[in-house]
Structures are given as structure tokens and as C-alpha cells.
């Protein structure tokens, strides 16, 4: 036996997730399809730097009327 050899060990919230995945086996593909219509957008970089260009600066203390 080696001497870095541990026995097998699954945490509570991995056979959570493992016991969940089996009764739902179409949780992953829902997830994807979740992520797909939030996260994963194209973006047209033309936009992009349109909209950086046209940032105001804000100045350093926010609620500080200005001084000119």
C-alpha cells in the first residue's frame, strides 16, 4: 500500500449533486441553456467602443458640488 493511498471520499454536497444528476438526468443541459440566455451573448465590439468613448469621467467625490 502506498503511503500517500487514502481511502475514497465523497463529500455530503457531491452525493447531493451526484443523487440529483441521476433523478434529473436533463439538469445539465438545462443549466446550459439557462447560461446560454443570460451569459453567453455576442457583443459587437463596435459598440463597445462607442459606448467607452462616450463615458463621462466622474469626479473624485461623487456628492461634492462642483468647484470651477
Known amino acids: 500500500m502506498s503511503l500517500f493511498a487514502r481511502p475514497h471520499y ?3 454536497i ?5 443523487e440529483l ?3 434529473k438526468p436533463s439538469l445539465e443541459a438545462e443549466q446550459r441553456a ?3 440566455l443570460l451569459w453567453d451573448k455576442h457583443l459587437d ?7 467607452s468613448e462616450a463615458k463621462v469621467p466622474q ?3 461623487v456628492y461634492q458640488t462642483r468647484v470651477k
Do not use: C, D, H, V
Open 10 to 12: 465523497t463529500s455530503e
Open 14 to 18: 457531491t452525493n447531493f449533486i451526484e
Open 21 to 23: 444528476k441521476e433523478k
Open 34 to 36: 439557462g447560461r446560454a
Open 45 to 51: 465590439r463596435g459598440l463597445l467602443g462607442e459606448y
Open 59 to 61: 469626479q473624485p467625490y
